[in-house]
């Protein structure tokens, strides 16, 4: 199995960025899906997640600003960053769980600067 995550770059702040991640191989019935960002110096922190038949969950400091979304039949999630800021700045992670095993996309760097 693995986890492709693409989609980030260079952005000033109060731009935008659509992170994708999409899984291959033997995967089935993904329950959990999500994002994680790791800033230098700090601990990967949970920024978005959805399970299907439930709303949303989202870290504070993004509310508002991100929305997560999946495509279940793609094993697909998205993350669509808008209103970004220089604290944001980091590696973003995606996260699948199926059957209780966590797979980990390779990671998509975020900078926001000016």
């Known amino acids: 199995v693995q986890l492709q995550a693409s989609g980030g770059g260079l952005v000033q702040p109060g731009g935008s960025l659509r992170l994708s991640c999409v899984a291959s191989?033997?995967?089935?019935?993904?329950?959990?899906m999500g994002w994680y960002r790791q800033a230098p110096g700090k601990q990967r922190e949970l920024v978005a997640s959805i399970i299907p038949g439930r709303n949303p969950n989202y870290a504070d400091s993004v509310k508002g600003r991100f929305t997560i979304s999946r495509d279940s039949a793609k094993n697909t999630v998205h993350l669509q960053m808008n209103s970004l800021k220089p604290e944001g700045t980091a590696v973003y992670y995606c996260k699948m769980t199926s059957n209780g095993v966590n797979y980990w996309g390779q990671g998509t760097q975020v900078t926001v600067s000016s």
């Open positions: 191989g033997s995967i089935y019935r993904i329950n959990v």
